[in-house]
């Protein structure tokens, strides 16, 4: 209620009671009052009695504020404070539409980073396939660099296939780029390493699909270990992990958490990883199929893609020890219910749940968000799931040079995607010094989202 119907209230109270109580007595009295006494009764004693509760009332003023301050005080919640992170110091890509970050992204807001009629594939009808090629991923001396070497370690023979190959070029290279940032370790020294050192160990995670055997993954390991150390990093302290599950998207996602929480207490640097390449008659048979290559008839099929994409991860403490500014991870995931494949209509509950635990977790507020990076491709239940996103909850974002994806732009190659948009998703909030949120909604089931942060600036 306001003050003016406050005061208008109090004032008929009391000229009521005054008035009331005048004409009572005078009735009972039997005598009719003179006309000081009406002027006295009826209109000084409640102007009197007005002003005496109007100077109780100022006189009281002076601790009102106080104590309005100190209930304010109490009531404003602490700032929030960001969960533990995971430093993002570097990273390397290998993709159809740029080989650098900063590329890739100028190529998607121009709308040019797509997909066009493949040279050498063809569908079940002997048209050619939409596809998203990499020119010459692995020349013939590559291959034969990687055959001789394999085979002086004595391992079983991998009869790696012509996308094995292509796939395993492209990731050589950016393992090569990412271990040559690593080296920048002041204790990554080129002789021996005594067990005392506080290097730590260099984590290499590589997320591969379903499509490579066991055989193949060991040996991709193995070579690419090899890669590490050729280019610097000791081999006593190289350990190579590699997907064993057939989502590698979530296995990126798991990894990142995993890391996440190791960095809270150990030192901790991790190289991951992801290639894949579908550019060749058995994937492409492959997805026909299944029925789930995209044609004419088939517009929410699967468009082959390949790349290769890296990220250089570290706890806190060895981010510090490089120079650099790192951006800081925070990651988030969770399985749907049903297969976004299947389902009636797009949801985006899920996606729009993560962005925001994601948000909080970092302690940004969603409006600060600048930048939304995405693996979605082309699929229509994709990308309204996204567009849900960006409208619900980052409505700030210009659709046009604010959100971007990735899916288009490599294709359908595992983690490739994902993985290159968090390396895009370290570019921007590098470039626009601003939060940037980074999701995974390529999967049938499974949704990530991290919270990419930049660093403090010194005030």
Not at 4 to 12: R, S, T, V
Not at 194 to 219: H, Y
Not at 232 to 255: D, E, K, L, Y
Request: hydrophobic share 50%; aromatic share 4%; charged share 15%.
């Amino acid at each position: 209620m306001g003050t003016w119907m406050k005061g208008g209230l109090a004032a008929l109270v009391v000229f009521g009671l005054c008035w009331g109580g005048a004409i009572a007595w005078w009735q009972g009295t039997g005598r009719s009052p003179s006309n000081t006494e009406l002027a006295g009764v009826l209109l000084a004693a409640p102007l009197a009695l007005l002003a005496a509760l109007l100077l109780v009332r100022h006189l009281r003023k002076p601790a009102a504020p106080e104590a309005a301050a100190g209930t304010a005080d109490a009531a404003t919640p602490a700032p929030p404070v960001a969960g533990p992170s995971l430093a993002l110091l570097a990273t390397a890509l290998s993709t159809p539409h740029g080989a650098a970050a900063e590329e890739l992204a100028k190529a998607i807001v121009d709308q040019l980073a797509r997909s066009d009629l493949d040279p050498e594939l063809l569908d079940d009808d002997g048209y050619p396939v939409m596809s998203v090629r990499v020119e010459d991923p692995a020349g013939p001396e590559l291959r034969e660099a990687i055959a001789l070497w394999l085979g002086a370690q004595a391992l079983p023979d991998p009869q790696f296939g012509d996308e094995h190959w292509r796939a395993l070029g492209m990731v050589t290279g950016v393992a090569a780029d990412l271990a040559h940032r690593a080296g920048a370790h002041p204790h990554a020294l080129p002789e021996e390493i005594d067990p005392k050192s506080p290097l730590p160990t260099l984590q290499i995670l590589l997320a591969l699909t379903g499509a490579w055997n066991e055989a193949q993954r060991s040996a991709a390991g193995a070579w690419i270990g090899h890669v590490v150390a050729e280019s610097g990093w000791p081999a006593s302290r190289i350990s190579t992990s590699i997907a064993a599950q057939p989502a590698p998207g979530a296995a990126v996602s798991n990894w990142l958490i995993q890391l996440t929480a190791q960095a809270a207490g150990t030192p901790t640097l991790a190289m991951l990883l992801s290639c894949d390449s579908q550019i060749g008659e058995a994937s492409v048979n492959a997805l026909a199929a299944e029925g789930r290559l995209f044609g004419a008839n088939r517009q929410q099929g699967l468009i082959p893609g390949e790349g290769a994409a890296g990220l250089l991860l570290a706890d806190a403490t060895q981010a510090a020890l490089f120079d650099s500014e790192p951006v800081h991870l925070h990651t988030v995931a969770a399985r749907r219910d049903d297969s976004a494949d299947v389902a009636r209509k797009p949801d985006a509950a899920l996606l729009r749940s993560l962005g925001t635990q994601a948000c909080t977790q970092a302690a940004i507020a969603p409006a600060k968000v600048a930048v939304l990076l995405a693996d979605t491709g082309h699929r229509t239940s994709r990308l309204m799931e996204l567009m849900e996103l960006a409208n619900q909850e980052l409505a700030q974002l210009d659709a046009g040079t604010d959100v971007l994806a990735t899916g288009s732009a490599c294709g359908h190659a595992g983690a490739v995607p994902f993985v290159t948009a968090l390396a895009l998703a370290h570019q921007q909030a590098l470039e626009r010094q601003a939060p940037v949120l980074c999701v995974s909604n390529e999967d049938p089931h499974y949704r990530s989202a991290v919270l990419v942060r930049p660093p403090v600036q010194p005030a």
